[in-house]
């Protein structure tokens, strides 16, 4: 999962990434350390609010882009868990999407990440 | 901030997204961005209250916001509108506009991009022609360099009708377009980005890959010529999205973040 999240560093702009469970623990992460992991359980715990809430109106919303002066946060749910990226305000979303779709795809083909997913599935609140 | 509904207006024009906006009655405010030029169009109910953008204001300001054929767009609901500019009835904007975008057609035709750069033409008119007050105020800020949006915005008028405008001072054989006068600023897609483009798509898609491409770039606006490296993502997106297979579609993508991110 490690590799997958270094891939998507890779993206100029990516500020760092992670993984929490549909609670909003964090499942894992790679982040700068100015990240704690506090800070990045209240970010997954907020964009699983809004996945929750606007989710209903919406059926099927599947990716969401938070625009924060600083910051853009990019995340997108992948039912088991959620994939948030976290990013300079320049990214380039297309370039960024392309990545973590090439790294889900991956994912949803590898036994023993599957396995980790439903090891670590929780329902949403 | 949260977005609900996001997108490209090369994708959905302005009047479809208010229109799928007023029949679902909903409340709130959609952004639109074009470059650094932005505008927001505040909705109550599926009624249109309240547009601004720049220094325009009211219902002038929603048919300038629906004559940008490119840029992005972003509805995020409940928000208030924070006056009432607009007093026209919802469905009257949306005949208008309807016009407008009719009109829109033809002077695409014409007009690459509101981008594109005009020169006065030194041969001129073979005809008398007889100018408007606004036209003539339109012709004098030609000069090689500013574009139909730098004029419009010199002068606060519409992108519309500064189009227009130029659409009939063109077709009068007054100006010429002055080639990548105004793009040299912006970074260029190198050819080889092209080439593997068209190469990777062509694997998946067959001989039509070319074909689709061409019709991609056109739709964002742009030509392949001076086609800006930073829409370089957004075109092999759109581009993959027309690979049906996901397992197909997922292997160009890799192949071109890989060519996208220079590895």
């Known amino acids: 999962m490690k590799n997958g999240l270094m891939e998507i560093n890779e993206t100029m702009g990516v500020w760092g990434s992670l993984i929490c469970d549909n609670q909003g623990a964090l499942l894992e992460d790679l982040t700068p350390p100015a990240l704690n992991k506090a800070t990045l359980e209240n970010v997954s715990r907020h964009v699983l609010d809004i996945i929750g809430t606007i989710g ?25 868990a959620i994939l948030i990226v976290i990013c300079t305000p320049s990214v380039d979303i297309p370039l960024l999407r392309m990545s973590v779709n090439v790294v889900l795809a991956r994912w949803q083909s590898d036994p023993k990440i599957q396995k980790q997913f439903e090891k670590a599935f929780v329902e949403r609140v | 901030m949260v977005e609900v509904l996001r997108g490209n207006l090369a994708q959905l024009s302005l009047l479809d997204i208010l229109r799928m906006l007023s029949s679902g009655r909903r409340t709130g405010r959609l952004d639109v961005r074009q470059g650094m030029k932005t505008g927001e169009i505040y909705l109550h109910g599926g009624v249109i ?18 004559g940008w054929l490119e840029g992005e767009f972003s509805f995020t609901p409940d928000i208030p509108a924070p006056e009432r500019s607009i007093q026209t009835p919802t469905e009257q904007l949306f005949l208008v506009a309807a016009r407008q975008a009719e009109q829109w057609a ?7 991009s509101t981008e594109a750069v005009f020169n006065i033409s030194p041969s001129g008119s073979t005809s008398t022609i007889s100018l408007k007050p606004i036209e003539w105020q339109v012709l004098a800020q030609v000069n090689g360099e500013r574009s139909i949006q730098d004029i419009a915005n010199l002068l606060e008028l519409g992108e519309f009708d500064v189009a227009k405008i130029f659409y009939s001072l063109i077709s009068a054989g007054l100006l010429y377009e002055v ?37 991609e770039i056109k739709l964002m606006g742009e ?13 092999v997106e759109r581009v993959s999205l027309e690979i049906t297979d996901s397992a197909k579609r997922t292997v160009f993508q890799k192949k071109m973040v890989q060519v996208l991110k220079g590895n």
């Open chain 2, 179 to 215: 080639t990548g006068a105004k793009r040299t600023f912006r970074e260029i897609a190198p050819e080889s980005f092209f080439e593997h483009l068209t190469e990777n798509f062509n694997e998946v898609i067959g001989p039509i890959g070319p074909v689709i491409i061409e019709d």
């Open chain 1, 56 to 80: 209903e109106d919406l059926a099927g919303l599947h990716e969401v882009v938070l625009h924060y002066k600083q910051r853009k946060v990019f995340a997108v749910d992948i039912q088991q």
């Open chain 2, 223 to 235: 030509n392949r010529e001076a086609f800006p490296h930073a829409r370089a993502a957004e075109l």
């Open chain 2, 106 to 112: 033809d002077i695409k035709e014409v007009l690459s």
């Open chain 2, 49 to 66: 209250l309240h547009a601004a953008a720049g220094t325009q204001i009211g219902e002038s300001c929603i048919y300038a916001l629906m």
